[in-house]
């Protein structure tokens, strides 16, 4: 059994205060009545929970997480906060112009109230606002940027795209491998886990209860006049007249959800501090960066001089189910290691601190999407396919919303009532995702090592992007 609160590095140093520990928040032990019942205790649930009780001040809310709070991936992941500015072209195609710029000018919105957040209620989440560069980490992806730019030039938001040569890519970070990037002026990024666990703590202050250790094992509307759900735990039952489900890619392995969700892996490295080297290399900003492999490389800095390298789309499930190897997987974590010593070598002797992993919830769309079924009575957010810790700000306000019925201009945007292209269905979907993706990283790295890749695997990680899918090559 892995410990992921002393595995993955944020948590374990988040954990040593006791304003991330915060106070015990025990198992449901009985039956108990609530306006709405939360599923998931990640940034999601919890913001949920939050914009619910700041709305209606006397609303009765119980977050239940089968774990601990922030133990998912809202407390392990990389830490960018960004809005949906590299998504603009996708958001172009899914909902037009119009559409895609509200889903924009929201993103960066919730960024500001993000900020605004953890200033007023005093959570140190170390938020570092400088920005964020798309690299070209090898030849083959020289280029990767012509497409950003040019739709954030037809959608007029240009402004917030600079192009960066080599040398002007030098005065921010230099690596051997670099052939240039672009760089965005919004965005940050955070130390996940004290923002989970700050989260969790001001909720709690609020008045949200919850209930951790706990496992809801049915979600059902609730028959007859006024309707209602419950949430079945194994020691009680919560009623409530609405519920949230957020429970990210463990939604693959539901009914409702399952053919719209297919989890992979991402793993993270972090290695001890070493300012000194950062300062040789230059990077000394708070910028973080990424590159254009179709499965994608990100990579920042802390404030103690760390570098973290995570990787994606890594392992999948024929299944659907997570497992243990989504929280730690050997070959996974490798590959965050190999990529870190690859772009910047100076670190290759540099010990590695810690390594670990989380699921992320890829829809066909590459977006987040949020809803409501059983007769409005459950509400949804999920999705967000790796760019989540910001936008799940954005979508808990739309679900506190949309549960008190009160319509906002985020209550509109096209994400809301969105629901991403079907997988094809198992066995085909388990499958097919484990083929495509390892053609896709196969690509990746033949791309990125040799400038050519054979026509099978090219052919094989293009499949979804044929089939219409807004994913891969
Ligand atoms: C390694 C990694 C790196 C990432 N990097 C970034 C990044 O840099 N930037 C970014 O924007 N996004 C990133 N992401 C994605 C981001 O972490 C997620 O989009 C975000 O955390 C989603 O929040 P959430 O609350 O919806 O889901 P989660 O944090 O997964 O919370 C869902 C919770 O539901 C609980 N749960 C599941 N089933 C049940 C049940 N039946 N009963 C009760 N509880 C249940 C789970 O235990 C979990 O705590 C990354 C993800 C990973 C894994």
Redesign the pocket.
């Known amino acids: 059994m892995i410990d992921i609160a002393t595995r993955c590095w944020w948590l374990a140093e988040a954990l040593q205060h006791p304003e991330f520990r915060g106070e015990p928040a025990p198992a449901l032990g009985a039956d108990a009545d609530v306006d709405v019942v939360v ?9 949920a929970a939050w914009h619910l009780r700041e709305l209606e001040p006397g609303i009765d809310v119980a977050v ?19 809005g949906f500015y590299d998504h603009a072209g996708t958001l172009v195609d899914l909902f037009g112009r119009d559409g895609a710029l509200a889903v924009i000018e929201a993103g960066a919105r919730t960024i500001d109230e993000l900020d605004t957040w953890m200033t007023a209620h005093g959570v140190d989440a170390w938020f570092r606002r400088e920005g964020y560069i798309g690299v070209a980490s090898a030849p083959r992806q020289a280029g990767g940027w012509t497409e950003p730019l040019g739709v954030a030039r037809e959608l007029g938001i240009e402004g917030r795209h600079r192009l960066l040569d080599k040398p002007a890519l030098a005065a921010y970070v230099r690596s051997p491998v670099f052939e240039g990037g672009h760089f965005v002026d919004d965005g940050g ?1 955070v130390q ?1 886990a004290r923002l ?1 666990r700050g989260l969790r703590r001001i909720a709690m202050e609020h008045g949200v209860r919850v209930h951790e250790h ?4 049915r979600l059902i509307p609730t028959r007859g006049a006024g309707g209602g759900v419950e949430a079945v ?1 194994p020691r009680g039952i919560v009623r409530a007249k609405h519920a949230v489900l ?5 939604a693959a392995g539901t009914r409702r959800f399952g053919s719209r969700i297919v989890p992979r ?4 490295a972090i290695t001890a501090p070493a300012p000194d080297r950062l300062a040789e290399i230059g990077w000394t900003s708070a910028v973080s960066l990424y590159d254009y492999r179709s499965a994608l490389r ?1 990579v ?1 800095t802390t404030p103690d001089g760390r570098i973290a390298m ?1 990787v ?1 789309g890594e392992r999948g499930t024929l299944s659907g189910r997570i497992d243990a190897r ?1 929280d730690f997987d050997e070959r996974g974590t490798q590959h965050a290691v190999e990529a870190l010593h690859r772009l910047f070598p100076s670190f290759r002797d540099v010990p590695i601190d810690a390594r ?6 890829v829809t066909s769309s590459h977006q ?1 999407f949020a809803g409501s079924f059983a007769d409005d009575r459950i509400h949804y ?2 999705g ?9 700000h954005l ?1 808990g306000k739309i679900l506190a919303n949309r549960i008190l019925g009160r319509e906002t201009v985020d209550t509109h945007l096209p994400l809301v009532g969105h629901e991403p292209r079907r997988f094809p269905p198992q066995p085909f979907r388990g499958l097919g995702a484990a083929i495509v993706n390892a053609a896709t990283v196969r690509r990746d790295d033949a791309l990125d090592e040799r400038g050519r890749v054979d026509p099978i695997t090219d052919r094989l990680a293009r499949m979804p992007r044929r089939m219409g899918y807004h994913l891969g090559p």
């Open positions: 599923v998931g205790g990640g940034y999601t649930g919890l913001w239940l997480e089968r774990d601990e709070c922030g133990f998912g991936p809202s407390g392990r992941n990389g830490g960018f906060i960004n990024t996940p989970a706990t496992p809801v094992n735990t957020a429970i990210n890619a463990w892996g991402s793993y993270i990100y920042r995570g994606g989504f670990w992993g989380g699921p992320i919830d987040p957010a999920l967000y396919t790796g760019n989540g810790v910001g936008p799940s979508m």
